[in-house]
């Protein structure tokens, strides 16, 4: 922590681009300010979110002590000791009662790798259950299944993320990075430059629009068709000789099993499906591949980027395959000057995935069902095999399961708010009620904290130490500069305390520095490798990019060599559209597509209460059409009702030709009767268990005058 008036190099606490800062303590009223920093991701750049994030610190909504729900209902704070003795108690009865798996954990993306690591160690050997899953299960699934059937790995970017300044060509798929990040803009700038930005997205977004006035193309397809979209793609590379033969030839398999299934993708069946123009499907295959043979030549590159509106679909880890058998097909990943990657969204998206707090995974990527992974890791926490359960359920299932018999009974919520953010959020918040005991640690009294049994006030990021993970792979430190409020506690010293009630049988330390250390031994030989990692090491001057393996510095750049399968290969999987997902619905409803805005973050719990952030976005707002908005009798500000099968949301209408007329945007930060998730389903990919957040198909209509939200509602835009 920093004495008054002196700054602490940090990184902001919201999303993955993780922009460098420097807080000072002390200058508002117990709070802190921030300024930014030079850093290569940012370069001294923040957005609004990162502007106002000192100000939650000292935020009057603070949770300051523990919350216990009294007999009449009510929470009303209680000690520490009271508290943590009553969670022991009730697990212990719980689990008598139904078995270990009735206790389940839910985390989050945004913790820090040390709380990471230890929440997936405290569930498998502190509660001894299989069920924990967390909620970037909603975010990066689709695409960390597809990066590893391709490339062995999953690292959303395997490059530095500076590398794409040089590039010529970018293709940049589903991804409003402009409002989301909007630092990371200034990475585009050599695209622009070179009239070869590419943004695929069914809204005339932000980010589209950097494509204006010769920058490049924005392609404006029907929701959910992007699979069929790449496949078009693909579909020219292959059929006018566009495809890279000699990296094909020398690094990658399974080409003839891809390029057969091409055939059917012809540029103007595709239009009929996406809507997107032949002429425009060729046009961009061959800026494409001009781009990825300048790559090759040692030139401006070619870099093919995914987001979550190509990735949040019943069919996102194919649709996102086709992405990377297109790049592959161009040759673009593993080499120089051009690449593949993913864009991570949350604040330690990367590193929360990598180090066991996903339902089929132990830590460095390890996979719970491996022998050897099992007895390595065993091995770390001086365990027993038999001590660490299997494969628990992942989020959606997880989340179903929540009272019902067989199910989950008691529920640990950590780094997130599933009432708001999890798809068919009205069943969760059901079953959340249903449950004999749940437990929220958070800062603020978030919509699933308010009906916990028991809540736990813990540290905001610039009151704690620890690392994350950027979007990039780069393992960056989080230092504390201000002293957290009195009675709230570290997540780590909650799990050690509880740890020790359930007499676990392995160590949990408060202390940040010694549960990395063992994470690092943890992940030793695993694919995300952070053996040769330590805070002194991260306070040193070089960057540090996983895998680092003890002895190396560090890999910023994967695959240059080899790709992670056996035989150093990449693979190209063959993919088609299944019947019943939203590339087959043609022709399609009004489809509903959920996402975020500039001001806020995921569930808003952060945002929605920095009042000038809630003064630009204060209430939720349906993009459509004005064509569309005509035909359903609805003008600009009406209060709206928003119907699909799961059930129904409110939201004021926000006419705009930068939609599509068969699509509406709904951001998902607002909660009540504005939740987007209200609306959407508990469908899930397959291979991820990634939810469809895109393609919901949706009825609208004009909230009648006689209702009483239409006052209320007009209220809040007063
Ligand atoms: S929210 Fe993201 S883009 Fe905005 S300041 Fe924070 S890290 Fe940077």
Known sequence: MQQAGTGQHTHCPYCALQCAMTVTAGTHDGGASVDARDFPTNRGGLCRKGWSAAELLAHPDRLTAPLLRDADGVLREAPWDTVLQLIGDRVRDIQARHGRDAVAVFGGGGLTNEKAYTLGKFARLALRTSRIDYNG?????SAAAAGNRAFGVDRGLPFPLEDLGAASVVLLLGSNAADTMPPFVQHLRGAQAAGGLVVVDPRRSATARLTDQGRGVHLQPTPGTDLVLLLGLAHVVVAEGLEDRRFLEARASGYDDVTRGLARWWPERVQGITGVPAASLRAVARLLAAGARRGAEGGHGAYILTGRG????????????????????????????????????????????????????????????????????????????????GPGLPAVELLASLGKPGGTHCLFVHGANVAVSAPDAATVVDGLRSLDLLVVSDFFLSETAALADVVLPVLQWAEEEGTVTNLEGRVLRRRPAVGPPPGARSEL??????????????????????????LARASAGGLADYSGLDYGVLDGADPAYWPYPAGSTGTPRLFLGAFAHPGGRAVLVPVSPRAGTAAARTPAPLLLATGRLLEHYQSGTQTRRVPALLAAQPAARLQLHPSTAHDLGIAQGDPVVVTSAQGEARALADLTPDIRQDTVFLAFHFADAGSANRLTGSATDPVSGMPEFKTTPVGVTRLDSADPLHAARLEVVA
């Open 137 to 141: 299960r909603f975010c990066m699934s």
């Open 310 to 389: 190509i990735e949040q679909h019943a069919d996102g880890t194919d649709t996102t395959t086709a992405a990377v058998n297109l790049a592959l097909l161009l040759g673009l990943p593993g080499t120089a000057h051009s690449g593949y990657g993913t864009l991570t969204g949350q604040g330690n998206g990367q590193g929360g995935r990598e180090h066991g707090q996903k339902a089929d995974q132990l830590p460095g990527y390890r996979k719970i069902t491996d022998p050897a992974a099992r007895a390595h890791v065993a091995g770390v926490w001086g365990v027993p095999e038999e001590a660490i359960p």
């Open 493 to 518: 010293w909650i799990m050690q305390e509880l740890a020790r009630l359930l007499e676990a049988p392995s160590l949990f330390s408060e202390d940040p520095s010694t549960m990395f250390d063992e």
